[in-house]
T-cell receptor
């Protein structure tokens, strides 16, 4: 299993500023993902970030707004640029890895605790 | 990606078995069915995954009929701590991972 931490856990930001969210994993992983979860809503995939290559963005999300870095196999950052109140969400990092051992081990996604962003 | 449909909410008393059914009528041959649990202010957590028939682990069971157009997550003897949102996801493994789309999920409320 993978243990994921995110910083900051929450922040309140002013309109027009940018915030960089960090995601740290306790083991080396190839695939990392960034999701957004707006209040009361489900999760929406922003982008897939593989180490050594450019992030792949989902429809509706662009690199200029959500630049991503993936410098090594245990770390990634997501920047929310030029923020507006509509960017107020929980941002989650996830990785792809093998679940806990035993007869039902399987590959699955592990999620971080999320970063709660409020834009005023 | 196969679309999933599940009840928006369910209530259950403590100690009862809870069954949450998910419809995925256009599931593809190579799709797997995965269930996640999400507590407030936390990221989703993997519960169980299956392809066909029945899968059981220490947390839950997953029942998948032969046509695979639906699946049922079964939680035995729920407690208050099982109050959470449960997501049914369907997706194919491609490029080394299962690409899925999160639906609305089912909000389970366990009542004392």
């Amino acid at each position: 299993s993978a243990v994921i931490s995110q910083k900051p856990s929450r922040d309140i930001c002013q309109r027009g500023t940018s915030l960089t969210i960090q995601c740290q994993v306790d083991s080396q992983v190839t695939m990392m993902f960034w999701y957004r979860q707006q209040p009361g809503q489900s999760l929406t995939l922003i982008a897939t970030a593989n180490q050594g290559s450019e992030a792949t963005y989902e429809s509706g999300f662009v690199i200029d707004k959500f630049p991503i870095s993936r410098p090594n196999l245990t770390f990634s950052t997501l920047t929310v640029s030029n923020m507006s109140p509509e960017d107020s969400s929980i941002y989650l990092c996830s990785v792809w890895g093998v679940s806990a051992g035993g007869p039902h081990s399987t590959d699955t996604q592990y999620f971080g605790p999320g970063t709660r962003l409020t834009v005023l | 990606l196969a679309k999933t449909t599940q009840p928006i909410s369910m209530d259950s008393y403590e100690g009862q078995e809870v069954n949450i059914t998910c419809s995925h009528n256009n599931i593809a041959t190579n799709d797997y069915i995965t269930w996640y649990q999400q507590f407030p202010s936390q990221g989703p957590r993997f519960i169980i995954q299956g392809y066909k028939t029945k899968v059981t682990n220490e947390v839950a069971s997953l029942f998948i009929p032969a046509d695979r157009k639906s699946s049922t997550l079964s939680l035995p003897r729920v407690s208050l701590s099982d109050t959470a949102v449960y997501y049914c996801l369907v997706g194919t493994y491609s490029g080394g991972y299962q690409k899925v789309t999160f639906g609305i999920g089912t909000k389970l409320q366990v009542i004392p």
